[in-house]
T-cell receptor
Framework: AQKVTQAQTEISVVEKEDVTLDCVYE???????LFWYKQPPSGELVFLIR??????QNEISGRYSWNFQKSTSSFNFTITASQVVDSAVYFC?????????????FGKGITLSVRP | ETGVTQTPRHLVMGMTNKKSLKCEQHLGHNAMYWYKQSAKKPLELMFV???????ENNSVPSRFSPECPNSSHLFLHLHTLQPEDSALYLC?????????????FGPGTRLTVL
């Protein structure tokens, strides 16, 4: 069975601070995909990144970076120099296969509040 | 502007009412999904449609009835709901291909059952 654990439930930081959102996953599959989504107050989930299990290179996109560590089954997300607009709920998710028949298993989400 | 729209955005209904949620995707995708998001819980996958056929039904009570008339539209028909069904209902779509499953989400319908 797949499982995604986001142990942090709420994080509050002051603008310009760096913040790391943790994600730990469990799966028996050797091929899987990891995702991060952002859910702003408007409600829709916004796709941030997808990473497959064979690619352990860290990725950086502007102020966002992701650290995939297969050895610890973690896929952590760091926001550098946080901004108020980063305030949202962030979900980590795991998919075990490709196509529409795959399931996205979500964590419970982390509510990030960035104060001015 | 999102490629997935949902209507209504907010809905309040009594337990004896019948209502429908609508989702439309403008992305040319051929797979669509319904999720339920309750407070303090992970998103729960309810239904998956691929090429207008239901391929996943996650033990959802029969008071929720999905309908997918074509690859661009997805409905969730609601009847005799319970207060615990109050939640945000999210629709998503994806391209059912050999690529990993990046799903695009709509803004959701906030449902309150009285």
């Amino acid at each position: 069975a797949q499982k995604v654990t986001q142990a942090q439930t709420e994080i509050s930081v002051v603008e310009k601070e760096d913040v790391t959102l943790d994600c730990v996953y469990e799966t028996r599959d050797t091929t899987y995909y990891l995702f991060w989504y952002k859910q702003p107050p408007s409600g829709e989930l916004v796709f941030l990144i997808r990473r497959n299990s064979f690619d352990e290179q860290n990725e950086i996109s502007g102020r966002y970076s992701w650290n995939f560590q297969k050895s610890t089954s973690s896929f952590n997300f760091t926001i550098t120099a946080s901004q108020v607009v980063d305030s949202a709920v962030y979900f980590c998710a795991l998919s075990d296969s490709t196509g529409a028949n795959s399931k996205l298993t979500f964590g419970k989400g982390i509510t990030l509040s960035v104060r001015p | 502007e999102t490629g997935v729209t949902q209507t209504p955005r907010h809905l309040v209904m009594g337990m004896t009412n019948k209502k429908s949620l609508k989702c439309e995707q403008h992305l040319g995708h051929n797979a669509m999904y319904w999720y339920k998001q309750s407070a303090k819980k992970p998103l729960e996958l309810m239904f998956v449609y691929s090429l207008e056929e239901r391929v996943e039904n996650n033990s959802v009570p029969s008071r929720f009835s999905p309908e997918c008339p074509n690859s661009s539209h997805l409905f969730l028909h609601l009847h005799t709901l319970q207060p615990e069904d109050s939640a945000l209902y999210l629709c998503a779509s994806s391209q059912d291909s050999g690529n990993p499953n990046e799903q695009f989400f709509g803004p959701g319908t906030r449902l309150t059952v009285l």
